[in-house]
């Protein structure tokens, strides 16, 4: 990603949505030029503007705003959460493949990673026995992130509870990473885990589903407790957000519908797209269809390096699309489907004439 997101013409390998112009933007929330002009840059909260925290925990957290930090995009929320839970020597539970910061924080902090694996043979779908054997009593958290990136699988709602129930049972703490939460088909969104348990930590972001990265907000919602000790660390580290990212993110947030009907309505049609394009090139590659999310896990069985294949996929034909060595599964590489409909098509275009 490092080496060729600025440097290719078509990126399908990405794992959000469509970005949205600021034009776009204010066009969606009404904000004006009065509202900006309004603006006076003091600095913030530590836990995030006041309206900010009320607008998240109204829309994910049952309205109760006190157990809502925001962040610097999930990354930020992620750090927080395992710098101020775990210790050298913890048992983390993840799952596998991973999308490696979920992983790696816990990893540079000296803990266990036992992971949970997801199997291509089983449609990439969670296998709960499994979670079953893994998670026990020296398991300190578990993370997950449903639906998954990149595999695009998930859970029902009743394994939602079901896995709720192991981690309790554990005393462990699961770790939700909900940024594409409201991105599924066939089913609706899997509700916050933390309305149904207090050992339940879930973040989100306006990156992925929302198709604003380049405004790097996120937010954690946890018990009130647990955002005491973020505090202890956010006041050596990113002090606080910008007041006029907290804006713009406050009126996306009050204006999330409009926001997800719109690449929802996409993700749809270009999923439909890249399944034709599954099945006219059926022998030379394989998938799981994704449940949510704007990724699939694509298997390449005739392609002895899908990693150098990546490559020249990039130099040659200027298009994006990520290794699955990234998730230490080199026969794979994640295919994201969230660009624009045209965009998709050229890129897959190009992607079988590389494939020959």
């Not at 710098?83 to 902090?109: H, I, R």
């Not at 709960?128 to 998670?135: G, P, Q, V």
């Not at 049972?169 to 770790?175: F, I």
Request: net charge negative; glycine share 10%.
């Amino acid at each position: 990603m490092r080496a060729y997101y600025f440097e290719t013409d078509i990126d399908i390998g990405s794992s959000g949505v469509r970005n949205f112009s600021f034009a776009e933007v204010r066009g969606l929330t009404g904000l004006g030029a009065a509202d900006l002009d309004a603006l006076v840059f003091n600095d913030s909260q530590t836990l995030g503007a006041t309206a900010l925290r009320q607008a998240v925990a109204d829309r994910f957290a049952d309205g109760r705003a006190e157990r809502v930090i925001v962040t610097h995009g999930s990354t930020d929320a992620n750090f927080l959460i395992m710098n101020a839970l775990l210790s050298p020597g913890d048992e983390v539970v993840v799952l596998d493949p991973c999308y490696q910061q979920l992983f790696g924080v816990a990893e540079s902090l000296g803990c266990t990673l036992v992971r949970w694996p997801l199997r291509y043979e089983n449609g990439f779908a969670p296998d709960l026995s499994d979670a079953r054997r893994l998670i026990g009593e020296r398991t300190r958290m578990v993370v997950v992130n449903f639906p998954h990136n990149p595999t695009g699988a998930t859970l029902s709602e009743a394994e939602q509870d079901e896995l709720l129930r192991i981690v309790e049972d554990a005393g462990a703490w699961l770790v939700w990473d909900d940024a594409f939460g409201e991105l599924t088909y066939g089913a609706p969104p899997l509700p916050p885990p933390g309305r149904k348990s207090d050992r339940a930590i879930s973040m989100g972001t306006l990156s992925k589903a929302y198709g604003l990265p380049g405004l790097r907000v996120g937010w954690c919602i946890a018990s009130e407790d647990i955002l005491e000790r973020f505090i202890r660390i956010r006041d050596y580290t990113m002090l606080h957000l910008s007041p006029l990212v907290e804006l713009v993110a406050r009126r996306v947030i009050e204006n999330g519908d409009a926001f997800l009907a719109i690449r929802l309505e996409e993700a749809r049609r270009n999923l439909g797209l890249v399944a034709d394009w599954i099945e006219q090139n059926a022998g030379r590659v394989d998938w799981a269809p994704p449940r949510g999310g704007v990724s699939a896990f694509v298997r390449f069985p005739g392609l002895p390096d899908v990693e150098s294949f990546c490559h020249r996929l990039a130099r040659e034909e200027r298009v994006l699309l990520v290794p699955g060595s990234c998730f230490l599964h080199p026969q794979h590489a994640r295919l994201g489907f969230g660009c624009a409909s045209d965009e998709l098509a050229e890129g897959l275009m190009r992607l079988s004439r590389t494939l020959g």
